[in-house]
């Protein structure tokens, strides 16, 4: 029952004249928002409904909670809460007449909604706030093929399938988890089918159509494992497929893997040969046979036979299927069994083969033996080589039939028969001597020809430039000539000391042979009775100007000799001595070469710096010696220093009596502007003859001192001019390059002067001045 005084009261206060009540608010209500919890598991806080009064009642509004929940997985860890709260006003509540009042859940929001409570509804009011708790983390596939797979087929075509389109077995399954949902976990999928095996997927087949193949789950701890049950026998065209699986884990998260995957035959036809053939050969000195000779039968689990595919080599002459070789010819050199392959190939590119085997007699006396083979082996200058070994082979790999022979003083070889057989090669070789005929001339003649100066447009000479065999004359080139002719390797790297081209070769374009790929031994056919006569070009290796002869060390077109100075001394023994070489005036030279080497009895070396010319340098102390190489196509003026030696004296003796100029590594030789070749040697002077010694200086520089040596960065020179003048400070590495260089005008006197240096190894610093030129050798070690 109401309470009597308030609603006494309620009713004066409210009565109108019209005799209507009017409506009376309670109260205000805001009611919680709805929740999304993202937590595998969690939990939901209360938040109570916040009311405002709007009149008085001797009770507070009354307020009561209940949980209904709803588990969305097995775990429960992914749940729906539907939370109902009903409100009272106790000051107009009749529990006999009184229903609530629905406030519905609002649509498109998540904020609760405020409500009034009043006497029309009672203040008596129900509300469903709905929360849930969801895993916001998609279930993960722990094997999801991230490239097409392959099913092949071995089984034969069941017609009642697909027709005339061959099938094949395949399976389809994959492996899931998830860790709020665990095993409950529902997985569907979705094939596209290519059944006409045109290239294109147009049928769809899903997990959820009547009638499809069912999906098979089995559990492996937490991991669901998931397979398309289908039926035996059961399989899909030669094409390619795909495959979408669906894995939903009850919590609102789908995952998705999918793959596409091909069945192709993998059965290689069945190929049985006949069991041996016997074949006479005919009067042309060979026979041909076919595959079908040899073919007793083949089949297919698919392609029809009449569409398999033959093919055919000699046994063991190359691998795969033979395309285009339908069949094999034997000659006079293959006389007796000769085994074969038979190949076939299905439309799906499955090869195999059987060996059979064919005896091929000479019943008629068709191979009847040939002529003698001769020939000879000259240079581009017709000088005989002798000492090359000549291979007379078969080209046929099956045939193991080659001698060899040497050529002769005059270059000359003979075979006195060729193999029985009309297809052999002659295969010229020689790779000794790779120093000879080399020297810093055909450095020269090489790089005039880089520079385009003086090109070569003899096809031989070009060819002995490219002394790496990289198809290209170039810098490389020039290096591995200059190591040569030094003495630094006695081999070209990637090349022979001789390469052989046959004398009847003509290059398509004679200035650029290179650019073809020219051939280097002989092959023909069957000689006549009489026999046959080849010629080959030698081509030494380095060669450029061909110089190479068995005389060539005694050719000398110019009679002018190039004379090297240095000063005729005496020395004592355990002393050390600093011998200058120099050179005369170079205006009318462009290049030289030789070799000094002293006695090893009197001296030891111990040091040689290049002089101001910086020749390339070749040394070796154990056999004290070094061989010296120098070049310049620009010119140079004067009388310069070649080399400075320096000489650990083991007993008195004389100088000139101890040092030589020879061609031990190599010869001492000098080119002038004409590139005319004469002979090199050293004059030994006094300090008081000086008719003799008109190239050197009269007023050398105080000796040049560098610091730190050894250095990590900068150098310093200190030297002392004895009159002003210009001059010149050169830093140079072991090949002559010029790492820094100075050149200024300088009072009388000491100066000191600092060069910029980011190398590492051993360097010259070279001072030149009217006075003449120093060199000291400083040692890098950045």
């Known amino acids: 029952m109401r309470q009597s005084i308030p609603i006494i009261v309620f009713s004066a206060l409210l009565f109108l004249s019209s005799g209507v009540f009017a409506?009376?608010?309670?109260?205000?209500?805001?009611?919680?928002?709805?929740?999304?919890?993202?937590?595998?598991?969690?939990?939901?806080?209360?938040?109570?409904?916040?009311?405002?009064?709007?009149?008085?009642?001797?009770?507070?509004?009354?307020i009561s909670v209940k949980d209904q929940v709803f588990n969305l997985n097995n775990t429960g860890g992914c749940k729906k809460i539907l939370r109902t709260w009903k409100?009272?006003?106790?000051?107009?509540?009749?529990?006999?007449?009184?229903?609530?009042?629905?406030?519905?859940?609002?649509?498109?929001?998540?904020?609760?909604?405020?409500?009034?409570?009043?006497?029309?509804?009672?203040?008596?009011?129900?509300?469903t706030q709905i929360i849930k708790i969801?895993?916001?983390?998609?279930?993960?596939?722990?094997?999801?093929?991230?490239?097409?797979?392959?099913?092949?087929?071995?089984?034969?075509?069941?017609?009642?399938?697909?027709?005339?389109?061959?099938?094949?077995?395949?399976?389809?399954?994959?492996?899931?988890?998830?860790?709020?949902?665990?095993?409950?976990?529902?997985?569907?999928?979705?094939?596209?089918?290519?059944?006409d095996c045109n290239g294109t997927m147009e049928t769809f087949r899903s997990s959820s159509d009547a009638g499809a193949w069912p999906i098979e789950k089995t559990f492996l701890g937490d991991t669901v494992c998931a397979k398309v049950l289908v039926p035996a026998g059961v399989g899909l065209p030669y094409a390619k497929h795909k495959i979408e699986w669906v894995t939903s884990d009850r919590c609102g998260n789908d995952a998705l893997c999918k793959y596409e995957f091909e069945v192709r035959d993998c059965k290689a036809p069945t190929v049985v040969c006949i069991n041996g053939l016997s074949?006479?050969?005919?009067?042309?000195?060979?026979?041909?046979?076919?595959?079908?000779?040899?073919?007793l039968y083949t089949e297919d689990n698919c392609t029809p036979t009449s569409q398999i595919k033959l093919g055919t080599r000699k046994a063991g002459t190359?691998?795969?299927?033979?395309?285009?070789?339908?069949?094999?010819?034997?000659?006079?050199?293959?006389?007796?069994?000769?085994?074969?392959?038979?190949?076939?190939?299905?439309?799906?590119?499955?090869?195999?083969?059987?060996?059979?085997?064919?005896?091929?007699?000479?019943?008629?006396?068709?191979?009847?033996?040939?002529?003698?083979?001769?020939?000879?082996?000259?240079?581009?200058?017709?000088?005989?080589l002798m000492g090359a070994k000549i291979l007379l082979k078969s080209n046929l790999p099956t045939v193991q039939n080659q001698s060899s022979t040497i050529t002769d003083a005059q270059g000359q070889f003979v075979f006195p028969s060729a193999p029985g057989t009309c297809n052999y090669s002659l295969i010229p070789s020689l790779d000794t001597l790779a120093r000879a005929g080399v020297s810093t001339l055909d450095i020269i003649h090489a790089d005039l020809h880089l520079l385009g100066t003086q090109a070569l447009t003899n096809p031989y000479q070009i060819i002995a430039a490219d002394v790496n065999k990289d198809n290209v004359v170039n810098q490389a080139d020039l290096d591995a000539m200059s190591d040569l002719v030094l003495g630094l390797s006695d081999h070209f790297i990637g090349n022979t000391a001789w390469r052989f081209v046959p004398a009847n070769f003509v290059f398509p374009s004679p200035n650029q042979p290179l650019s073809v790929v020219f051939p280097e031994k002989i092959s023909t056919t069957c000689p006549v009775p009489s026999g046959l006569h080849q010629h080959f070009i030698a081509i030494k290796t380095g060669d450029v100007d061909g110089s190479w002869g068995p005389n060539a060390s005694s050719r000398l077109e110019n009679e002018n000799k190039m004379l090297f100075h240095t000063f005729r001394r005496r020395f004592e023994a355990d002393d050390e001595i600093e011998v200058v070489i120099n050179t005369p005036d170079l205006s009318e030279w462009v290049g030289f070469q030789f070799t000094l080497e002293a006695n090893a009895e009197y001296l030891s070396l111990l040091e040689v710096t290049p002089g101001s010319i910086a020749p390339r340098m070749g040394v070796d102390e154990v056999a004290n010696r070094v061989a010296c190489s120098w070049y310049s196509l620009t010119g140079v003026a004067g009388p310069q220093t070649a080399l400075i030696l320096r000489f650990k004296t083991l007993k008195a003796g004389f100088l000139h009596k101890v040092l030589f100029m020879n061609a031990s590594v190599t010869a001492a030789e000098a080119y002038d502007k004409t590139l005319q070749k004469s002979s090199a040697v050293l004059g030994f002077g006094t300090m008081t003859n000086r008719s003799e010694m008109t190239t050197l200086p009269q007023d050398a520089p105080q000796t040049l001192q560098v610091s730190p040596n050894p250095t990590n960065g900068p150098v310093t020179a200190a030297f002392y001019l004895p009159q002003a003048g210009p001059a010149t400070l050169i830093l140079r590495d072991v090949n002559g390059r010029v790492i820094s260089e100075q050149i200024s005008y300088y009072d009388a006197g000491n100066?000191?002067?600092?060069?910029?240096?980011?190398?590492?190894?051993?360097?010259?610093?070279?001072?030149?001045?009217?006075?003449?030129?120093?060199?000291?050798?400083?040692?890098s070690v950045r």
Not at 110 to 117: H, L, R
Not at 153 to 169: M, S
Not at 751 to 779: C, D, H, M, P, Y
Request: some cysteine.
């Open 23 to 62: 409506q009376q608010n309670y109260y205000s209500v805001k009611f919680p928002d709805d929740q999304t919890i993202i937590s595998c598991g969690g939990t939901a806080d209360t938040t109570w409904p916040a009311i405002t009064y709007i009149n008085h009642c001797n009770f507070n509004v009354g």
């Open 87 to 127: 409100l009272l006003w106790w000051c107009d509540y009749d529990p006999n007449t009184d229903q609530p009042f629905f406030v519905n859940n609002p649509s498109g929001t998540n904020v609760g909604p405020t409500v009034i409570g009043n006497s029309q509804n009672h203040g008596y009011l129900q509300y």
């Open 134 to 195: 969801v895993d916001n983390v998609a279930p993960l596939y722990t094997d999801c093929p991230t490239s097409p797979l392959l099913f092949c087929d071995y089984t034969n075509n069941d017609p009642t399938q697909y027709g005339t389109k061959c099938e094949g077995p395949f399976q389809l399954e994959t492996k899931v988890l998830d860790d709020c949902s665990g095993t409950d976990l529902v997985v569907t999928y979705r094939l596209y089918l290519d059944l």
């Open 279 to 295: 074949i006479n050969i005919m009067q042309t000195g060979m026979i041909t046979l076919w595959d079908t000779d040899f073919l």
């Open 318 to 384: 190359g691998t795969g299927f033979p395309t285009g070789q339908n069949s094999v010819t034997f000659d006079c050199n293959e006389l007796g069994q000769q085994f074969v392959e038979i190949w076939a190939v299905d439309a799906y590119g499955n090869a195999d083969y059987c060996t059979t085997f064919v005896n091929v007699q000479d019943n008629m006396g068709a191979c009847s033996p040939v002529g003698p083979v001769t020939g000879t082996v000259t240079t581009a200058p017709n000088q005989p």
């Open 751 to 779: 100066q000191q002067v600092t060069l910029q240096q980011e190398v590492s190894g051993v360097l010259f610093l070279s001072l030149q001045s009217a006075s003449g030129t120093t060199v000291r050798r400083v040692l």
